[in-house]
């Protein structure tokens, strides 16, 4: 169950924390990973300890702020690597109060990860077309759902790709082509370990499950999104936060 074998999966944001740990949980069930972001030492280390356990990985350069650099990039892929499974994980972050925010802060969050999902799926739902298969997996947040203070840009962004995966989905759907929205909560990442004992302590109180999530809890969605056995669910939201928004 939940197999991937015979399909080609590309992950951006892939270089490390929840994109890192949904492509390893992609090849261990069978799919060919594209690893992309822009650091490609990450990568390549990432890549060779997926090669090391027996699956088939490549690195790619990419950077989705550059709609037309991303879009000449995954060019390059070629017949050989078509993508079967695209999973817009990659965004930022540069939080401010609204009346301290810049222009500059919004449209780098907007141009990012809203933007760069855009570029990034309209250049590979062509070839899912082409196939009459496709699985398209949007990597939000709650965030995006209820709002936080300090994070209008981040929260605009990762709303306006619900929005987006949802137009996907019916746009797409008559063609075997399934579009959905993976909203994480509050993660353990890097971002997470840097936090005060206190401020984390408090996080986890907002969550139903007193506790924060593990990348592997998201990466879990997204195989499941992925998979045959998900072929019949598109233009959903699967809240990933432990209960943190109910």
Known sequence: MFRLDDQTALVTGASQGIGAAIARALADRGARVVLAARSVDKLEALAEEI???GGEARSLALDISDPAAATEALGTLGNDWAI????????????????????EQWREVIDTNLTGAFAVTKALTRGMMR???GRIIFVSSVIGLMGNPGQANYAASKAGLVGFAKSVARELGSRG?????IAPGFVETAMTEALDEKVAKDLESQVVLRRLGQVEDIA???????SREAGYITGEVLNVSGGLYI
Do not use: P
């Open 51 to 53: 090669r090391s356990a």
């Open 84 to 103: 079967d499974v695209l999973v817009n994980n990659a965004g930022i972050t540069r939080d401010s109060l609204l009346m301290r925010m810049s222009l």
């Open 131 to 133: 196939k009459r298969f």
């Open 177 to 181: 082509i399934t579009s959905n929205v």
């Open 220 to 226: 879990a969605a997204a195989v499941f999104l992925a």
